[in-house]
């Protein structure tokens, strides 16, 4: 965390599957990733994996540390002269997603930065012309990417858009490759990553 404060970043985003296989792992993880110092704060969603051991226990880890949780729920934030609202989905394999309820209180005209945890799914929000960027996690990179073939093994719901920035209608999408590994303890030329993304108004 280190590496994400030297880069004085406004806001930080952590896209999910935090645990593996024991939820109680959050909490040593939880206090290491409450370290960066963002302007407008550290905000999370669940992955595929928190479900899977036990989302109320991740939960709790990160709210003891001081994280903050978007839930099917969303945040408007005032960064320089204008407005961003910030959204989190409920985990798109195993939770219930409900964008609809996110940014219910959107005022019109405000851009939307939609955190889901897999990201095949900008399939379906970039049908949202709310929703301008798209940050998801997930698959890893793949771990393993062969030169000229990518990766051969990918997860469900990212195997269309595995790791890097993507056009997806009108919607941008980023793929983060995250910084652990599951599986097999190796990656190969899929270096762990911690992304730093920079946002611009669109020239008129």
């Not at 896209?15 to 290491?32: C, K, M, N, Q, R």
């Not at 409900?98 to 209180?105: R, S, T, V």
């Not at 030169?147 to 093994?153: E, V």
Request: aromatic share 6%; glycine share 10%; hydrophobic share 40%.
């Amino acid at each position: 965390m280190d590496e994400a404060n030297r880069l004085k970043p406004d806001l930080v985003v952590l896209t999910g599957d935090f645990v593996l296989e024991t939820a109680d792992s959050i909490y040593e993880l939880a206090p290491v990733l409450s370290r960066p110092n963002a302007k407008h704060g550290v905000f999370s969603i669940l992955g595929n994996h928190d479900l899977w051991t036990n989302a109320s226990v991740v939960r709790a880890g990160l709210e003891e540390a001081g994280l903050s949780i978007l839930l099917n729920s969303g945040i408007g934030l005032n960064i320089g002269q204008d407005m961003v609202f910030l959204a989190g989905l409920d985990d798109g394999w195993s939770g219930q997603p409900d964008l609809n309820l996110a940014p219910k209180d959107l005022p019109q005209g405000i851009p939307t930065i939609l955190l889901m945890h897999e990201p095949d799914f900008a399939d379906t929000y970039s049908q949202d012309m709310r929703v301008s960027l798209q940050l998801s996690g997930h698959t890893h990179g793949g771990q393993v990417r062969i030169p000229g073939l990518g990766a051969p093994a990918l997860s469900e719901y990212g195997k269309k858009y595995d790791s890097g920035l993507y056009r997806v209608t009108e919607m941008w999408l980023y793929t983060n490759r995250g910084i652990g590994v599951i599986g097999p303890q190796i990656r190969l030329n899929c270096r762990p990553e911690i992304t730093e993304i920079m946002i611009v108004k669109e020239k008129s």
